[in-house]
């Protein structure tokens, strides 16, 4: 029995000595991508595998570098006529105009609303705003409570 004198191995040990690597491979990509089919490359070739007898199916597979689970996933789409129908745009849908009438008219809504704001909130001279003297006043002249208060409340029991 032969022993083999191993020694530790330093480095990559399927690297050849004096080989400098200063440029990528050529062959490999960097990011490796999917690849995408057409509509009309999936129907050609579901055809073609369809047609074809038994021992060409797996040739077709091979010359096209496809696997069978692309011919299982491409058959229900094709059977439904999604791949014959026009294929959905990519990327963001656009926009609905709508969206820009209904922005412009709230906008519109809120500069309307903010001199009425500020006049309901007691910032405008002109019109005062109804607080304890004019529930007193109301207390006073029709003899019971306003909306909305009771004499059970704390203030109304100081009165």
């Known amino acids: 029995m032969a022993v ?21 491979d050529p062959e490999v990509p960097e990011r490796a991508r999917r690849r995408t089919f057409t509509v009309q490359y999936k129907l050609d070739i579901l055809a073609a595998y369809d ?13 096209e570098s496809l ?8 058959r229900p789409p094709r059977d439904t006529g999604a791949l014959a129908g026009r294929p959905v745009p990519r990327g963001r ?16 809504k809120a500069e309307l ?24 006043r109301d207390l006073r002249e029709t003899g019971h409570h306003p909306a909305g208060s009771s004499p059970s409340t704390p203030t109304a029991a100081r009165r």
């Not at 191995?9 to 440029?23: F, I, L, S």
């Not at 696997?67 to 491409?74: E, L, T």
């Not at 849908?93 to 519109?108: F, G, S, Y």
């Not at 009425?116 to 705003?129: E, S, T, V």
Request: hydrophobic share 30%; no cysteine; proline share 10%.
């Open 113 to 136: 609303e903010q001199p009425l704001r500020r006049r309901l909130d007691g910032r405008h001279p002109r019109i005062r705003r109804p607080g304890r003297e004019a529930d007193r």
């Open 4 to 24: 083999l004198d191993r020694a530790p191995a330093t480095g990559d040990a399927g690297r050849v000595t004096g080989e400098q690597r200063d440029h990528p």
């Open 67 to 74: 696997y069978s689970s692309h011919i299982v996933d491409w």
């Open 93 to 108: 849908p656009a926009a609905d105009p709508r969206d820009a009438q209904i922005a412009r008219l709230r906008k519109e």
């Open 51 to 63: 047609a074809a007898g038994p021992g060409e199916k797996g040739a077709i597979l091979r010359r």
